[in-house]
């Protein structure tokens, strides 16, 4: 692979760092292009930046896209419509139902941890979600990286499994290799 040929410095100034995990693959080659094809998919939030994300902008070109990191300094990495602040205070950014689609990866359980915030961020991603609007989220089912147990948590619970077709599943952890523990989990909103 010729990126590897790249210096690291480079990389680390916002240019494409791609992860080689089977995780990264799985948002890259399944998630990200599934739902750039949808026609009604076109609000598109992503949480969490770093140089390895920062390619995403260009896959999302005909979207209406932005990121959102509470740390200032993940800026570079961010899309143009890049948001400083925190997933919890997503109507501050966004009116109810403006979005179709938010990606949240790695980050519950690297950064949030506590279980009120975890509840209001994802309180807010359904308060923002269009209905039938999509939240997809990763994470990793660790237990140094697991916070608390997901199912325990009721501002999920208000919304539906959602089918993510490539995967056939609206819950997908990596068979092949147990020792890679992320988990992509797939909601719907549905009123009710």
Not at 25 to 33: A, T
Not at 95 to 111: A, K, P, Q, R, T
Not at 131 to 160: I, K
Request: hydrophobic share 40%; aromatic share 14%; glycine share 6%.
């Amino acid at each position: 692979m010729r990126w590897r040929r790249i210096p690291r410095v480079i990389l680390s100034m916002g240019w494409e760092d791609p992860i080689v995990r089977h995780d990264r693959f799985i948002l890259e080659r399944k998630i990200i292009p599934f739902f750039v094809s949808l026609e009604n998919i076109n609000s598109v939030l992503f949480v969490g930046c770093g140089s390895y994300t920062k390619h995403y902008e260009k896959w999302f070109a005909e979207k209406r896209y932005w990121t959102i990191d509470s740390n200032p300094l993940k800026k570079l990495y961010g899309a143009k419509n890049h948001i400083i602040g925190s997933m919890t205070d997503l109507d501050r950014y966004f009116s109810g139902g403006e979005l179709d689609l938010i990606i949240c990866n790695g980050v519950f359980g690297w950064g949030l941890n506590d279980k009120k915030q975890v509840e209001a961020a994802f309180e807010a991603s359904f308060r923002c979600l269009r209905n039938g609007g999509v939240l997809v989220l990763g994470w990793d089912d660790t237990q140094e990286r697991r916070p608390f147990p997901l199912q325990t948590c009721e501002s999920l619970a208000r919304f539906q499994p959602y089918r993510f077709a490539p995967l056939a599943t609206s819950h997908y952890t990596n068979k092949k290799n147990m020792a890679d523990k992320h988990v992509f989990d797939f909601y719907e909103k549905r009123s009710a």
